[in-house]
């Protein structure tokens, strides 16, 4: 039975020191339908392997200069290969060898002289197998990223927020440095979706989070969508001053773009933003009890950042309110 397309696409890098062997590996596996490339030693493969990335590794365990074994070891040490099986050949009665392919990386392995019917079967099997796991972490990756997405702006969502904050909390307790947390609402949205419907309220807060991963999501930072049409930003090592100039930025660029809010007493969609600055700490009775982390601390810091948003929402909306907080 022939291969498949997906499996017929794929590349085979033979590895082995006889031209020979090469030579009728290469005329078998181009009938089964495989792309075919070749090496002579360890040393040729590992070139090989870094220019072309084949789908899997015909690597003979005898060779001068640079072995099946030292070589698969070198395999090994490539990120890249972790989706790359590497098929063994080695002497019908060498149970060393063998032993040494498994505890180097090999996935499995063929003994000379070999048995063809068991080749095309190892090979396929072993190509399927690594293409199902790549599928499999594709799709793990991506429901991963759906889990911590919000899905109208792409941004974290709240679940995601709170998970890197608790992060961030810990790690700067420990290095004694600033966080800064800043919470945004765009004035007057009740108005807006009055206004211009619902459809023309989800572009809004999509440009409204747009401008904030621009200007607020770079190194460290997240930007998250906290609820309905609020915003947060977790910024580490990050101090009040610089928090307050990124916050003005944001207030610029959304002024730059002019969206018209009939609604609203500035004819745009503004922003009100409150941002708290820390240095964030542990108490010494969870120290000693080796606890990470301290809710009351941090569930304060939170409180004080939306305090500093309705201050600004208070104070006429479209400003920024900063404080430091001092556990």
Known sequence: MKTSLLESQSLVLIVDDEPFIRLILRHFLEREGYKIAEAQNGREALTAFKELHPDIILLDAIMPDMDGFECCTHLELLDCTKHTPVLMMAGLEDQESVDRAFAVGAIDYVTKPIHWPVLRQRVKRLIQQSQLQQKLETVNLELQRLVITDD?????????????????????????????????????????????????????????????????????????????????????????HDAHQIAEAIQTTLKDFKIEHEGSSFKYVTLSIGVAT??????????????????????????????????????????????????
């Open 152 to 240: 109208l702006t792409g941004l974290g969502n709240y679940r995601h927020f709170i998970e890197q904050l608790e992060n961030h909390w810990n790690i700067l307790a420990r290095d004694k440095n600033y966080l800064s947390l800043m919470f945004c609402d765009i004035d007057y949205f009740k108005q807006y979706n009055d206004t211009y419907y619902h459809m023309q309220g989800s572009e809004c807060l999509k440009k409204i989070g747009s401008i904030l991963k621009d200007k607020a999501q770079k190194n460290e930072n997240l930007v998250a969508r906290y609820g309905g049409d609020e915003f947060v930003a977790i910024m580490p090592r990050t101090n009040r």
């Open 278 to 327: 820390t240095i964030p700490t542990i108490s010494p009775s969870l120290e000693r009890r080796r606890v990470n982390l301290d809710y009351p601390l941090l569930d304060n810091f939170l409180t004080e950042a939306d305090n500093q948003l309705y201050n600004a929402k208070k104070h006429g909306r479209n400003r920024i309110c900063c404080s430091e907080y001092h556990p």
